[in-house]
């Protein structure tokens, strides 16, 4: 039996000697050299070609090269009765966080604003910068990633709100959750940050009708799928004056076409969905592990609950 390795962003000579080191009797196929579909057991892919992972008549379990599992339920073949696995990884959330936190400090100190004064040469202290503590942060997603940027965000003295579909109890951040709890939470938000799986029930969440629930002001950071925001309603709130800025590492489609507004919109901060990126020394090990408990039968670290979505 053997491992099959679909990805056209990863590299290829990296994830061959990560998955040696820590799985040395397996067998490697890298797509399209994949052999006979009959002996892959295991398929560790990231947005693999629809029907492929149908074609494999003895695989086991798929595991994603990412977080998201969206480039998977894409699949109308997707084999469902499978096990699917998504990737948590310390050192993925850890990155994650790092580009919150960096993008939450920007908003909360005005920098998008400063980089627009730049442009024109415009000498223009915005002061006294507000208090952490006047500052008012909200994470959609209060899962493994919203958690970890909480906390981290937590050491500057921001006040922390969260979303999430079922209630938490985090302490130090006002939870909320359901429809039910979404404007409320929306209202007060001065800065956003949209970390939700994308699902059938949070594509194009962040809409004129919820942008327009923030406070006058409120910056938004989408660091989860590019399909959760609708860019046009955006770029209107930003024109508008109701949003500051916003920063954005994801889009849809990617690449960002090179004729989208968002590239050239001065409120907006563009990133290449780099703010977390899957490195293969520390995934493989978890992908091994994931692995081991599928052939033993237990459910491994990362198991989607396919009637939830995520
Ligand atoms: P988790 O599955 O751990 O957490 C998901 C959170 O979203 C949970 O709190 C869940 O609620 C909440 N949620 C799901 N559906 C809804 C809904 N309909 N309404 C309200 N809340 C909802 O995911 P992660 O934190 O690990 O990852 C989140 C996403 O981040 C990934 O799916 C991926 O798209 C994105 N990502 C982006 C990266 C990048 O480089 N830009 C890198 C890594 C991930 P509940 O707690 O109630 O279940
Ligand atoms: C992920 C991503 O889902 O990188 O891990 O987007």
Known sequence: M????????????????????????ERL????????????????????????LASLPNLKGILSLGAGIDHLVS????????????????????????????????????????????????????????????????VMGLGVLGRDALAKLAAFGFRLRGWARTAHDIPGVD????????????AGCDILICLLPLSPATRGILNAQRLALLPKG??????????????ADLIAALDSGHLAAATLDVFDPEPLPPDHPL???PAVT??????????????????????????RGAAPVGLVDLSVGY
């Open 175 to 186: 939870c909320f959750h359901g429809a039910a709890g979404l404007t409320e939470f929306l």
């Open 263 to 265: 590239w050239r919109h």
């Open 75 to 138: 699949d109308p073949q997707l084999p469902r009765h499978l096990p699917l696995v998504r990737l948590i990884d310390p050192s993925l959330t850890a990155q994650m966080s790092e580009y919150v936190v960096m993008n939450v400090l920007r908003h909360h100190r005005f920098m998008p604003q400063y980089a627009q004064q730049q442009a024109a040469a415009l000498w223009k202290p915005l002061l006294p910068p507000p208090l952490t503590a006047e500052r008012r942060v909200g």
């Open 29 to 52: 196929r890298i797509w399209p050299e994949i052999g006979a579909p009959e002996d892959i057991e295991f398929a560790i892919v990231w947005k693999p070609p629809p029907g492929l």
């Open 218 to 231: 409120a910056s938004l950071i989408n660091a989860a799928r590019g399909a959760h925001v609708i860019a």
């Open 270 to 295: 563009v990133t290449p969905h780099a703010a977390g990126w899957t490195i293969p020394e520390t995934a493989a090990g978890l992908m091994a592990a994931s692995i081991a408990a599928i052939r």
């Open 2 to 25: 053997a491992l099959l390795f679909y990805s056209l962003s990863d590299s290829q000579p990296d994830w061959t000697s990560a998955i040696a080191k820590v799985m040395p009797g």
